[in-house]
């Protein structure tokens, strides 16, 4: 069977490097927020192009203390329903209102019209998450905000499955005031293990950030923020990170040729044409399709395992439902609800594994329609 990620594949790969890591943790005997965790951070802040990488123990953290820093308490955020929940989770931890806003039926990505439709003086941030490994333009969001209430408004990149894409010259992350990245194993740059960091260029940002992650200590046993917590990233996976990240852009690259060879054996990939850009850096790949449950069936009979990207909408949970009636009715986060489908793509593919993949797609090309 072939599977939809299996990041053991390169953690193999790397196995004499990554036991380097553990020889030296074992050296140093420092476990936690040591060298290897700065060594990280340097990096890939070096990397993004940006001043201040924050890591903390997971990307649902990384938004949640971005909300935090940004003193959403009590105020609307405003986020897609179609992004696995994420910022949900985040809204409700710190007794914001979740807002949800529409997609673009083309990209699935949020739709900057339904955003500006949503956004009010009581808006604290919007999410603005980069769905599937496509990468938003924030500039654009920026204006159409700030042209209707006369202000910007912070924006959260949501760079979860974004790592290493750019728009306009600039990485995924680095376009507005803050951005969250998750290191869960399967991400374009994933460690061995739960990981998160926040990004930004802000001084006093990073600052407050760096405190929250780790109780709100101002000095050392002193609790000066009320929003403190444990989030820290583990110096073990700090040290794995960093030697997988050269390889982030060379790996992103063998993503994108993946959903090429889909695309052209006849999937309607969601985000088919950027495969070419360094604005997608294909994450998942998402498709839409007919008949999805049949469709699952046969190409599992193929021997390729599918998945869904999100079965449900963040206003499906029982956690939402003290909300209420959702004035927007979000048609096109349905529509697409219902039609999503993702394939196997992760850069340690084999070559028989893809082939197998675009065998089943052609087999079954009735199923995939034109987007």
Known sequence: MVPLADPARFAIQMKHELHTVLDRLLDKRVFVLGEMVNEFESQYAYYLGVKHCVSVASGTDAIEIAMRVLECEGKEVVLAANAGGYGTISCLAIGA?????????????????????????????IVVTHLFGLVMDCE???????????????????????HGGAINGRRAGTQNLIGCFSFYPTKNLGALGDGGALVTNDDSLALKIRQLRQYGWTERYMQSDKGG??????????????????????????????????????????????????????????????????????????????????????????????????????TNSHTARRKILTLPCFPDM???????????????????EAI
């Open 97 to 125: 209102t979740p807002v949800y806003a529409d997609v673009d039926p083309h990209s699935l990505l949020v739709s900057v019209d339904s955003i500006v439709d949503l956004v009010t003086p009581n808006t604290g941030a």
């Open 140 to 162: 654009l969001i920026n204006a159409a905000v700030t042209k209707k209430i006369g202000k910007s408004i912070p924006l959260i990149e949501d760079c979860a499955q974004a």
């Open 229 to 330: 917590r444990n989030s820290r990233l583990d110096e073990i996976q700090a040290g794995f990170l960093t030697k997988f990240l050269p390889q982030l852009d060379f790996r992103n690259n063998l993503r994108r040729k993946i959903v090429k060879r889909y695309l052209e054996s006849g999937a309607s990939m969601v985000h088919g044409n950027y495969v070419d850009s360094e604005q997608y850096v294909a994450h998942l790949a998402v498709c839409l399709v007919n008949d999805r449950d049949s469709l699952q069936e046969k190409m599992s009979a193929d021997g390729v395992h599918t998945g869904i990207h999100y079965p449900y909408l963040d206003t499906e949970f029982p956690t939402t439902s003290h909300l209420g009636a959702q004035q927007n009715p979000l």
């Open 350 to 368: 084999q070559l028989e594994e893809i082939d197998m993949v675009c065998r089943s797609i052609v087999k079954h090309t009735s199923h995939f």
